[in-house]
């Protein structure tokens, strides 16, 4: 059974730095489209940043502050938080697709089939 399990988050000052980590376990085959979502309290997840086939997406909000990276090969994506504000806090899923498949920057829920538990982070102004 394929499971995402994130590590990372806690609470930080605003310009502060945290990294999150996501392991995809149960299986050997590639992830090579995995994904960051956060979801603030009252709003609806959202896609924050993409790692697809050829590249990586950020939505404008993280730009220039979050960088996505990935391990194929160890089924691994980290998340990069530099920079951040106070509207960054969430709680922050990992979502992949299913493996040995070509993906675009999707940031729709419903193209991901498997997801971590979350783990929050609070960013205090």
């Known amino acids: 059974q394929v499971q995402l399990v994130e590590s990372g988050g806690g609470s930080v000052q605003a310009g502060g730095s945290l990294s999150l980590s996501c392991?995809?376990?149960?299986s050997t085959?590639?992830?090579?489209c995995m994904a960051w979502f956060r979801q603030a309290p009252g709003k609806k997840r959202e896609?924050?940043?993409?790692?697809?086939?050829?590249?990586?997406?950020y939505d404008d909000s993280v730009q220039g502050r979050l960088t996505i990276s990935s391990d194929n090969a160890k089924n691994t994506v980290t998340l990069?938080?530099?920079s951040l504000k106070s509207?960054?806090?969430?709680?922050?899923y990992c979502a992949a697709r299913r493996p040995g498949q070509l993906c675009g920057p999707s940031v729709a829920t419903r193209d991901y089939n498997y997801w971590g538990q979350g783990t929050q982070v609070t960013v205090s102004s």
């Open 23 to 26: 392991v995809v376990s149960g």
């Open 29 to 32: 085959d590639r992830f090579g």
């Open 47 to 57: 896609g924050v940043a993409i790692s697809y086939t050829g590249g990586t997406y």
């Open 80 to 82: 990069q938080m530099n």
């Open 87 to 92: 509207e960054d806090t969430g709680m922050y």
